[in-house]
């Protein structure tokens, strides 16, 4: 079996910043793609960031500018850094990975809440 194991959210004040981590566990051969997703209240899980094995970064919405994704592939970890938060940055932040165990499967984590106050 897989974990993906977030920590790092908490209530920050608007201009303020997080660093997010997700570290993954158990048996794989490699991991893929790793990336960071958002769900506001009352709204769908949405994109954040997504980085490759290569080092390789996309960005969706707000974020982009304001957060970095980066990731080490020695300890199977990847990491969120979040400057400038603003109050709509507020949601639980989920991990995502792509591993390759018997096939590639998609793997989440059970979501880290990020509370910004204005």
């Known amino acids: 079996q897989v974990q993906l194991v977030e920590s790092g959210g908490g209530l920050v004040q608007a201009g303020g910043s997080l660093r997010l981590s997700c570290a993954a566990s158990?048996?794989?051969?490699?991991?893929?793609?790793m990336g960071w997703y958002r769900q506001a209240p009352g709204k769908q899980r949405e994109l954040v960031a997504t980085?490759?094995?290569?080092?390789?970064?996309n960005y969706a919405g707000s974020g982009k500018g304001r957060f970095t994704i980066s990731r080490d592939n020695a300890r199977n970890t990847v990491y969120l850094q979040m400057n400038s938060l603003q109050p709509e940055d507020t949601g639980v932040y989920y991990c995502?990975?792509?591993?390759?165990?018997?096939?590639?499967?998609?793997?989440w984590g059970q979501g880290t809440q990020v509370t910004v106050s204005s």
């Open positions: 980085i490759t094995s290569g080092g390789s970064t």
């Open positions: 995502n990975a792509l591993v390759a165990v018997d096939v590639v499967r998609s793997y």
């Open positions: 158990g048996t794989f051969f490699s991991i893929n793609a």
